[in-house]
């Protein structure tokens, strides 16, 4: 019997019919072992097509051993926040090396990109503020712009001349354009050089967050800015997150000394918390510098996107133009996506099935990513057994 206040049980209950009726229950699936490609979960070896692990880092040796030096050495925890006594030589290091690998003046290390990006936005912006957003942002910057109190305006995907408008409406306070620079569920990119640009002649900051580019994009693995030149003078704020290309957890912000020192200053999300583990760190800067030492990964992954769009549009498989790792096909329906997706994990593959509010109603999908860590056979084998499943499962 549930000892809940009635009105607060009938919130509930009435919450979870909802998504009952409308196929929107989650479940988590616990992994009992296993990263890239191969896992198991209760029991069966799954190939894992929907994780973010884009160049297979998260189980390679040199991380794994750097984290357990760290461990040696530091112990688990770091036991404090970094302006207390929980920020180390890992720390700083890792800070340094990204500042140089992204040709920015500093870098700051936070636990998550959520917090990164709260940090960011509600450190430099506030009441008679304008932040700008793409309506396809990740949550994390749609929720720091509305917790900032500043004025929060969302322009439609990838629209320069509605951002525009709503730049040219506001002639009072700071301003501030706030992009993914990979979409997370779709897999296009966003125009940075034009955003850049915008944001010069209006006196608005552009910040970008780059976590899906971050380790993948770019020549030397700088992302989705260095692919598409763009610097500091270009944009003096990006955020990207350590949980995807580079196989860790946590992230970062680099860009202007003066922007950094002032979030080091103000940020709540770096002040009020403990910070990440040294082991967190040691991890991450292995696993940067395998960036540089191990390009064939970037090379592998980019042929393997290749032949799962070529495979695809030979199968008749709707794709939705996506050129990165994040392969989305849309299947409308909450229940279509649901069942597709369960087809697939009873023929060995796991791929979860991305229904709203993370996306649109009506554009249910499976969100397919390629890693460096699967093997050509695994997708010819996908896209085989995708076909069946779009057919059987179509509403």
């Known amino acids: 019997m549930s000892l809940l206040l009635p009105a607060f049980q009938k919130l509930l209950d009435e919450q979870h019919w909802k998504r009952a009726s409308q196929n ?11 990263t890239l490609p191969l896992v198991k979960i209760n029991g069966r070896t799954l190939i894992n097509f929907c994780g973010n692990d884009y160049l297979g880092l998260s189980a390679h040796e040199t991380v794994i051993n750097a984290a357990k030096a760290a461990l040696d050495k530091f112990g688990f925890g770091s036991g404090a926040s970094q302006l207390v006594s929980g920020y180390t ?3 700083r290091q890792l800070e340094e090396a990204l500042a140089e690998k992204t040709g920015r003046d500093r870098a700051l290390v936070f636990s998550t990109g959520y917090m990164a ?7 430099l912006m506030g009441r008679g503020d304008l932040v700008a957003g793409d309506r396809f942002n990740h949550a994390s910057l749609i929720d720091a712009a509305i917790i900032s109190r500043a004025r929060f305006k969302r322009y439609p995907h990838c629209d320069t001349a509605v951002l525009t408008t709503l730049l040219n409406q506001h002639n009072k306070g700071k301003k501030m354009i706030v992009t993914d620079a990979v979409f997370s569920m779709d897999g296009d990119i966003a125009p940075l050089e034009e955003l850049s640009a915008i944001g010069k002649q209006h006196e608005a900051l552009l910040v970008v967050d780059d976590a899906h580019g971050f380790g993948v994009l770019g020549k030397s693995g700088c992302g989705a800015l260095e ?3 763009l610097g500091q003078a270009d944009v003096p704020l990006m955020m990207a997150t350590f949980g995807k ?10 860009g202007d000394a003066d922007l950094i020192e002032a979030l080091t200053q103000t940020s709540r999300t770096l ?38 769009i070529r495979g695809a549009t030979e199968r008749g ?43 649109p ?35």
């Open 24 to 34: 929107l229950v989650r479940k988590r699936r616990p992994r009992e072992e296993g």
């Open 89 to 91: 030589i890992l720390h």
């Open 117 to 123: 990006n709260q940090a960011i936005i509600n450190g």
């Open 227 to 229: 692919e598409q030149g």
């Open 245 to 254: 290309a580079l196989g860790g957890f946590g992230a970062f912000v680099a």
């Open 271 to 308: 002040i009020y918390t403990t910070a990440p583990p040294p082991a967190i760190a040691a991890a991450a800067l292995a696993a940067l510098e395998l960036l540089g030492t191990e390009p064939w990964r970037r090379t592998k992954l980019r042929e393997l996107i290749t032949q799962f």
């Open 317 to 359: 498989i709707p794709l939705s133009g996506s050129d990165t790792a994040i392969q989305p096909i849309i299947q409308g329906s909450a229940e279509s996506a649901l069942n597709a997706s369960q087809y697939l994990f009873e023929q060995g593959f796991w791929i979860a099935p991305i229904r709203p509010p993370t996306v």
């Open 361 to 395: 109603a009506g554009t249910s999908r499976l969100r397919v990513t390629l890693t460096a860590g699967h093997e050509p056979a695994q997708v010819d084998a996908l896209l085989e057994s995708l076909a069946i499943a779009l057919e059987k499962c179509r509403n």
